[in-house]
Structure formats: C-alpha cells, structure tokens
C-alpha cells in the first residue's frame, strides 16, 4: 500500500470519527439554558458586528504587549462575565473613595477602583488609608440593550421618592455627570446638567457605551479615545485600542438576547408568580417595560419582563457599604434585574453569590438581608407559609 493511500485512509477516518462523534455528542442546549446569543431580527449586516463584538469581548486575551496594565483586575472581558452571566467572589471589583454625593475624593490615589494585579516590575495598588471601598460583583450582561432603549420617561414614571401611594417605596434616579462622548437618543431627561444612570450596581453609568469604555479602562487599564487617562500614570496617552472595536462591544452588549424564562405553565410557578405580587416583590422588581424608539429595529417597541425599576432604593444598614456614586447615598442600590436569575449559578461555579458582594448564597438568603424599604416585604416574606415560599423560590428561579 502506497503512503498516498494510507494518507488518504487516514484523513477518511478521522472525519468518520469525527461524523459519529457530532451524531453521538451532547446536543446543543436549549435556548432557555444559556444567557448567550443575539436578540431575533438582526440583519446579516448586524449579525456580523454582533460577532465581531463576541469575539472581542471573549477571546481577546490581553498582554503587556497588547495595552494590559501596567496596573489592572483582569486581562479579558469575558473572564469576569462567563457566559455572559454573574460574576464571582474570585472576579469581584473594589470601588473605594466617595462616601457621598460631593465626589470622590481619591481619585489622585487610584480611584474609584482598585487595581490588584499588576505587570511584571510594577506594584499593585492597595487601599489608601481613609478610602471607604465596596466589594462589587459583575453584574450579568444578557438583555442590556434593550434596558438601554427604554425611554427616560418610562423610568421616572415608577419613581415615587416622597412615598405619595404610602407603600413605603420610594424608588429615585441616580443623575449623574454623563461624559460628552455618551450616545443621547431615548434619554433626553436632565436635572441640573445630570442625567439619569441605569448601569451598574447603583446606575453610575449612563449607557453602554459609558460602561464599556470605562471597563477597558479601570479592568484592564486599556486606554481608549473615550476614555484616554492611563490608570498608572495619570496622564493621557494614546490609545491602546480602536473605535472600532469598542463599538462592536458595545453593539454585541446592545444586543444580547433576554433570558427566557422557563416552566412558566407549571403550577408552582404561576403560584409563586402571585406570591411574587401578593407580598410587595414588584413594587421595586417592576415586571414590565416597553423599549422605545432604537436605531436597532430590532430593540424598537418591544415588550420585555426584566424585573426592575432600574431605581434607587435605600436597603436599610446591612447593607450599607459606606462608598457610593453619583447621587446615590451609601444605603442606596439600583434594583437589579431579577431574569437569568435561575441560570446564575452556571457562571458561578454551581452555587449562588447573590446581593453586590456575592454575600447570600440562596435566594432565601438574598431575601431576609433586605431592609429599608424592602423590611415591610421581607417582614411578609417571613411569615408565609413553606409551601408559598417554595412556589416563590420555583418562580424566581424560573426567570
């Protein structure tokens, strides 16, 4: 036998193999399984850039040679968002530096984030003496988009910061200083030259494009057009990354799908749904919203149910961690979005770290460390029956 033929069996083989491998191979899961993909609708155009933001987002390893550093938390996006879902005490950030609405008064010191790893011949930062600092958990990214797209007024339409209904909710805005570079289009509400913030744990960023340049800068001390003060040196430099490619980030972010909520025929699911209503839950955890108009189609006038208001809300002293941004106060965090809720642990190591630290590791436990406005809900939540509280955790986690 030639080595030609014994070449050519060969490669016939390893495609056999390869064949029976796809035919005998787990299958793909289920689109309710995962919190990766695209939003439906997209052009091929945008399906492209949406590609081409993923890749950037979770393969793009960075190095010394490619802008890393010299002082840093992480050398990727996606090793602090895995699967586009939770972060993990491993991953945490520290914010440190502001403990009221005056500013931060550190940022000559490092702040407002510490970077904890550095380069080769370089020192990491430490804490200034004195800096009041939070332990902060990435947030999860699906569904962002179309958060983005809802219209300001929508958002100030659940705000009740006087308490006038008396139900001892009183949800406000965080408006703070957006940066020239922010893209204004359905957020047109300003108070005193402010604008109006929903990303981040206590909505400090005003749109995705805010909170995706300054990630490359304080994560990964990348500097960009938007964002060109070096995190070391203070000093502005050129940039270490293009438009480009913060563009298609911040379109792969716009994008991503919702999570899809799963069982939501069963009847411990819709039981706990009612429970979920019944004790007070969506006062705060506001089911619906409706986008406006987008330069995406695809995001235009669509129904979603993330669970939110997207306001602030004082949650008593447990959890008040004695730094802040922008108007918020110590005690005050954005309610975060409750959908993906039930696929959180895959990204966290098969177990819940819930509330902004990862402290609760059950919903149960998330639950009874709210206080202030929520200790009248939670006060509810404690006296229900087993079975209603099971039938709520059933729905949670179905979300």
């Known amino acids: 036998m030639s080595i030609k033929t014994k070449y050519l069996q060969a490669i016939f083989l390893v495609v056999l193999l390869f064949s029976s491998c796809q035919k005998l191979g787990p299958k793909a899961p289920k689109d309710d399984e995962i919190l990766d993909g695209p939003i439906e609708g997209l052009s091929a155009e945008e399906r492209a850039l949406f590609l081409k933001g993923d890749v950037a987002f979770n393969n793009d390893v960075f190095s010394a040679a490619t802008g890393l550093g010299p002082v840093f938390v992480s050398t990727s996006c996606g090793s602090c968002h895995a699967g586009d879902g939770r972060g993990h005490p491993f991953t945490s950030l520290t914010r440190f530096g502001q403990t009221d609405s005056t500013g931060n008064q550190f940022l000559a010191l490092g702040g407002p984030q510490l970077q904890n790893r550095a380069l080769p011949g370089y020192k990491p930062e430490t804490l200034p003496a004195g800096a009041s600092s939070s332990k902060i958990l990435p947030p999860p990214n699906t569904g962002l988009g179309l958060i983005d797209a809802i219209d300001d007024a929508d958002i100030l339409a659940l705000a009740d910061p006087y308490d006038l209904n008396g139900d001892g909710i009183s949800g406000i ?214 079975n209603d509280k099971n039938n709520l955790i059933t729905f949670l986690e179905s979300l």
């Open 173 to 386: 805005p965080n408006w703070i200083h957006a940066p020239a570079y922010c893209e204004y289009r359905n957020h047109v509400v300003e108070q005193n030259g402010k604008y109006m913030g929903r990303f981040g744990r206590k909505g400090a960023a005003y749109d995705l494009l805010q909170q995706t340049a300054n990630a490359y800068n304080q994560d990964m001390g990348i500097n960009s057009s938007f964002e060109p003060i070096d995190t070391y040196s203070k000093k502005e430099i050129d940039p270490e990354i293009s438009n480009a490619t913060i563009h298609a980030v911040v379109f792969y972010l716009r994008t991503l799908k919702a999570p899809v909520q799963r069982d939501q025929q069963k009847t411990e699911v819709q039981s706990g749904k009612k429970v979920f209503s019944d004790i007070g839950c969506a006062s705060c955890h506001h089911p619906e919203f409706k986008t406006g108009n987008s330069p995406i189609a695809a995001l235009s006038n669509k129904v979603f149910y993330p669970y939110t208001d997207l306001l602030l809300h004082d949650m008593g002293k447990d959890l008040d961690d004695g730094y802040t941004e922008g108007s918020a106060k110590t005690f005050e965090w954005k309610t975060p979005a409750l959908w993906g809720l039930g696929l959180s642990k895959n990204s966290q190591g098969g177990q819940y770290y819930l509330m902004h630290d990862g402290r609760a590791n059950s919903i149960e436990e998330a639950i009874n460390l709210h206080g202030g406005e929520a200790a009248g809900v939670r006060t509810k939540y404690r006296a229900l029956s087993e």
